[in-house]
C-alpha cells in the first residue's frame, strides 16, 4: 500500500527546501485558472493494493456512508488548523486530495429548525418560533454564534516559491504541514481500506413521502 507521508530533516534548510519544492502538486480549481497547492493522488488504482480491495472500493465510493467517513477526517484536519488549512477533493472524479487556504467566521444566522433544517437570519425573539419552510412550532437560537466555513478554492499556495529567503523556523512551520496533510491522505487511504475489508455493499429499497394534491368531499 502506497503511503505519502515522509521524514524530513528540520535541521536542514536543503532538506526542507527539497521536500517542499520537490513536493506533487495539483490544481486547486481548473487547469485554467494557473493555481495549484500541495496534494497527493489517491485514484484508488494509484494506491498499490490488492485487487479484491480496489474492486471492492470501487463499490463503496458509491455510497454515502463511505463518504461520510472520509470527511470526518478531512474536517478533523481543518479543525486542527482552525480552518486557516483545509483540505478538500479536487480533479476529474475527486481523484486528488489538496491542501487549500481558508478561513473560519461567523455566518450570520442566529436560529435554526431542527425539524427540517432551515436556517434563519433572525433570532426567535424578533419573529417568533414558527419556521417558514415546515411550518411548525420548532424553531430554536443558536446557544453559541453559527460559523461558517470557507475555502479560497482559487488561491494558491507556495507556487513558483524558491523558498530561500525563508527563515528557518517558518520553513520548518510550512514543512511541519505539509506533513501532517501528508499524514492526512495516509489516514483516508487507511481507513478506506478498512471500510474494503470489514464493510459490503448491499441494496435497500427507500420510500420517500411525496406530497400531492386531491380531491376531499366537502
Known sequence: MKTFTKTINK??????????????????????????????????YNLGLENKTVDKLYELIQTE????????????????????????????????????????????????????????YRSIAETGNICGRCDQAERKDFSQTHMSTHIFSGRSTDQNEDFEDWDMDYLRSR?????????????????????????????????LPQTRKVMAFI
Request: with cysteine.
Open 11 to 44: 535541521r536542514s534548510r536543503k532538506a526542507m527546501i527539497f521536500y517542499l519544492k520537490n513536493h506533487f502538486r495539483y490544481n486547486t480549481m481548473n487547469g485554467w485558472n494557473n493555481s495549484s497547492s500541495y496534494a497527493c493522488n489517491l485514484k484508488i
Open 65 to 120: 456512508e463511505f463518504f461520510d467517513r472520509i470527511h470526518n477526517l478531512i474536517y478533523e484536519f481543518g479543525a486542527d488548523h482552525d480552518f486557516q488549512w483545509q483540505a478538500n477533493f479536487n480533479g476529474r472524479g475527486g481523484g486528488y486530495i489538496v491542501l487549500y487556504q481558508g478561513e473560519r467566521k461567523p455566518s450570520g444566522y442566529k436560529s435554526y429548525c431542527p425539524k427540517c433544517g432551515q436556517k434563519n
Open 175 to 207: 514543512v511541519g504541514l505539509v506533513q501532517e496533510f501528508d499524514a492526512l491522505a495516509d489516514a483516508i487511504v487507511a481507513e478506506a481500506v478498512y471500510m474494503a475489508e470489514n464493510y459490503d455493499v448491499q441494496e435497500e429499497t427507500i420510500y
